[in-house]
T-cell receptor, first 117, second 115 residues
Framework: AQTVTQSQPEMSVQEAETVTLSCTYD???????LFWYKQPPSRQMILVIR??????QNATENRFSVNFQKAAKSFSLKISDSQLGDTAMYFC??????????????FGQGTTLQVKP | DAGVTQSPTHLIKTRGQQVTLRCSPK?????VSWYQQALGQGPQFIFQ???????QRGNFPDRFSGHQFPNYSSELNVNALLLGDSALYLC??????????????FGSGTRLTVV
């Protein structure tokens, strides 16, 4: 069975600074996807960034980038130039890759990020 | 283009009662998944529906059941409610392919409180 672990329950960062959220996972699968989702107080889970395990290049989306270390089973999220709107709970998630979309998302426990002015 | 719509947004039920939650997927999406998110925790997968059939199920008891209609909308039913069923219930939709590439689109959830 796959597990996802986020060891930082809460983090804070000053506006415009950089912060890194940690995530580790455990799986015996070789083909899978990893995601970071953001959940603001509005409760809607919003996709931040995704990484395909077979790609060695780290994914980037504007101010968001990941450090994907497949051998170490580590998938951290770096937020650059933090903005007040980045305040939210962040979840790391794993999905097994398959021929058909039968994949379920397995989430970590979440990290609450507060961006301070 | 409407995203995923869930109703109701909040619900209070008494222990032992039954509840039905509803979800309309994003336009163009035909697969619906349901998740339970306890307060301060990550979402837990309940089940997934595609072509009106339950395709995959998480570790939830039979009190949790669902349905998908021909228009791809879905319902989550919970019988014999327990206090521990209090949670945010999230619906997520995706196209059959390539959901793996883009992940899921989530609704804002239904907050269920069992008293």
């Amino acid at each position: 069975a796959q597990t996802v672990t986020q060891s930082q329950p809460e983090m804070s960062v000053q506006e415009a600074e950089t912060v890194t959220l940690s995530c580790t996972y455990d799986t015996s699968e070789s083909n899978y996807y990893l995601f970071w989702y953001k959940q603001p107080p509005s409760r809607q889970m919003i996709l931040v960034i995704r990484q395909e395990a077979y790609k060695q290049q780290n994914a980037t989306e504007n101010r968001f980038s990941v450090n994907f270390q497949k051998a170490a089973k580590s998938f951290s999220l770096k937020i650059s130039d933090s903005q007040l709107g980045d305040t939210a709970m962040y979840f790391c998630a794993f999905m097994k890759r398959g021929l058909a979309n039968t994949g379920k998302l397995i989430f970590g426990q979440g990290t609450t990020l507060q961006v301070k002015p | 283009d409407a995203g995923v719509t869930q109703s109701p947004t909040h619900l209070i039920k008494t222990r032992g009662q039954q509840v039905t939650l509803r979800c309309s997927p994003k336009s163009g999406h035909d697969t619906v998944s349901w998740y339970q998110q306890a307060l301060g925790q990550g979402p837990q997968f309940i089940f997934q529906y595609y072509e009106e059939e339950e395709r995959q199920r998480g570790n939830f008891p039979d009190r949790f059941s669902g349905h998908q209609f021909p228009n791809y909308s879905s319902e989550l039913n919970v019988n014999a409610l327990l206090l521990g069923d209090s949670a945010l219930y999230l619906c997520a939709s995706s196209p059959e392919y390539p959901a793996n590439l883009y992940g899921y689109t989530f609704g804002s959830g239904t907050r269920l409180t069992v008293v």
